[in-house]
Nanobody
Framework: QVQLVESGGGLVQAGVSLRLSCAASGRTFSSYNMGWFRQAPGKEREFVAA????????YHADSVKGRFTISRDNTKNTVYLQMNSLKPDDTAVYHC?????????????????WGQGTQVTVSS
């Protein structure tokens, strides 16, 4: 089992950057693929990015490709989401999630463990 705590959100203006962090408890962090999802008010939870156990494979949603980058540091039990050129449409609660299966997944239902989320608000 793993517990996840996100941080790094805030209120920013369009065009700036933010880096979200997700700290995981436990000694088995490197056995999980990790993902970032976001949920805006009145919308369904949306896949943002995923990274494999070793960090060698990543996958980003088309809506964030070229602007957001997922990474991880297994020595620190932390996964990151670097967000550049933020837009108002990026406003959402951002959640990290952990998945023990072999493949990288984009569906929220594939992830077993979730953090409570961090709010990102981008003003125009």
């Amino acid at each position: 089992q793993v517990q996840l705590v996100e941080s790094g959100g805030g209120l920013v203006q369009a065009g700036v950057s933010l880096r979200l962090s997700c700290a995981a408890s436990g000694r088995t962090f490197s056995s999980y693929n990790m993902g970032w999802f976001r949920q805006a008010p009145g919308k369904e939870r949306e896949f943002v990015a995923a990274i494999s156990r070793s960090g060698s494979r990543t996958y980003h949603a088309d809506s964030v490709k070229g602007r957001f980058t997922i990474s991880r540091d297994n020595t620190k039990n932390t996964v990151y989401l670097q967000m550049n050129s933020l837009k108002p449409d990026d406003t959402a609660v951002y959640h990290c999630a952990a998945d023990r299966s072999l493949n990288l997944h984009t569906g929220a239902y594939d992830y077993s463990y979730w953090g409570q989320g961090t709010q990102v608000t981008v003003s125009s």
